[in-house]
């Protein structure tokens, strides 16, 4: 039995969850999800809780068994509390900004980057070096932070570009001189 797969998942007060089988809707103060689910898995949705279960010991119903359980668990959680994910600019000159749903970024190149974001993701700036990517889908969020992200990853020498805000650079020594 999957130790994350046999949590149930306690819904809060003003989520409402409905499974017509295979489909899957949550809806909260925040908004609304929906997604297909797999085959292989009963949900169970009674008592202001939703339960997971397997139809069969299957090889395709024990793997999609947490999988299932974590991804309505994080429909929850968006559309209660929502995700967010903090980003950090280093880089004399780099810095970012939003007009209505683009971000601008100048980060080093001979062109600014202008990003549209994806529907459903706002982002806040401050102090034009600190960017926060907000909303309820837990993979749309992660996604346009990897992208933007992706536009100057960070360089080992001097940490240059744009990297998550609890990660580390791993540092590299520069050239010595000749002796």
């Known amino acids: 039995m999957s130790r994350i797969g046999k949590l149930p998942i306690a819904l809060p ?10 489909e899957i809707q949550v809806q909260g103060p ?7 689910l797999t085959d292989g898995v009963n949900v169970e949705v009674a008592d202001g809780q939703v339960v997971v279960t397997r139809v069969d010991d299957s090889i395709k119903s024990r ?4 999988l ?10 968006g559309v209660s509390k929502g995700f967010e994910s903090l980003l950090e600019i280093n880089g004399v000159g780099y810095r970012a900004e939003v007009k209505g749903d683009v ?4 980060l080093g190149y001979s062109h600014p980057i202008n990003f549209q974001l994806p529907k459903g993701i706002t982002v806040e700036v401050e102090k034009m070096t600190k960017v926060k990517v907000m909303g309820i889908d837990k993979e749309v969020v992660g996604q346009t932070a990897a992208k933007i992200r992706s536009f100057r990853a960070p360089e080992p020498y001097k940490g240059k570009g744009v990297k998550y805000a609890d990660e580390t650079i791993l540092r590299k020594a520069g050239k010595t001189g000749k002796k």
């Open 13 to 22: 007060a003003g989520v409402k969850v409905i499974y017509n089988a295979p």
């Open 30 to 36: 925040k908004g609304s999800l929906s997604r297909s």
């Open 63 to 66: 793997s999609a068994h947490g």
């Open 68 to 77: 299932v359980r974590t991804l309505i668990n994080n429909m929850v959680v």
């Open 103 to 106: 971000l601008n970024l100048a």
